[in-house]
């Protein structure tokens, strides 16, 4: 993004919640239990991709503190800053990750935690394909999201006004399975963030690896 460029809305959104958003977040143990999976295929000094690294915890200190190579990916300058120096260990970039150039078979892991959620769905399919090409052959992806059937739903979330895309479980499982991803775990479960706000929210967490004759080998 340059100053000449509309900022996408989530920009705003996670501009004014900050570090409230990590707090909120912070205790579920589902995001890392997904990790642990995650850490546990990984080779030593991996590279792995976090898009929407929010302020870089949990999911870019857990990775970068385990020795692998961690680039993070926020269109919000403020989590870009906030993340940049409480994870020194990794590396952080403000951008659109639609915008970003992706070589393909360039990453040896993924990780996609709630950061589908303010697009459409034909642009989530596509960041999911993207991303799928951009693993090495093998590789994982996690990816997080709150599994409701909406498309372009205005909605409250902390306390900020947002529109909403999903897709149902299934659906979202299709679209990996599209993009060359095979799913080998899944866990649905409610979580209630910790904000005044927060009423309980249904996530799900899809453990996936990409196929061998996944498109753009």
Do not use: N
């Not at 935690?113 to 090495?136: C, G, I, N, P």
């Not at 205005?154 to 993009?179: I, T």
């Amino acid at each position: 993004m340059t100053d000449e460029q509309p900022r996408p809305p989530a920009a705003a959104v996670f501009d004014a919640l900050g570090a409230a958003y990590e707090r909120a977040f912070a205790g579920s143990p589902a995001h890392r239990r997904s990790l642990s999976w995650l850490l546990a295929r990984l080779a030593p000094g991996s590279r792995v991709l976090d898009v929407g690294s929010g302020t870089g915890r949990p999911t870019a200190e857990t990775l970068a503190g385990a020795g692998h190579e961690v680039l993070g990916v926020d269109v919000s300058p403020v989590m870009v800053e906030l993340a940049a120096r409480q994870v020194p260990g990794a590396a952080f970039r403000c951008a659109d990750i639609r915008e970003v150039p992706l070589a393909d078979a360039s990453y040896d892991a993924v990780c996609v935690y709630f950061s589908l959620l303010q697009l459409d769905r034909d642009e989530q399919a596509e960041l999911v394909r993207r991303l799928a090409r951009a693993l090495r052959p093998g590789g994982h992806l996690v990816l997080a999201t709150v599994p409701v059937d909406v498309d372009g739903v205005d909605a409250v979330f902390m306390g900020q006004p947002v529109r909403v895309s999903s897709f149902a479980a299934p659906a979202l499982a299709a679209v990996a399975d599209g993009a060359g991803l095979e799913v080998l775990e899944r866990e649905e479960l409610l979580f209630t963030p910790a904000h005044p706000d927060a009423v309980p929210e249904p996530h799900l967490f899809l453990c996936c690896r990409r196929r061998a004759d996944a498109p753009g080998r």
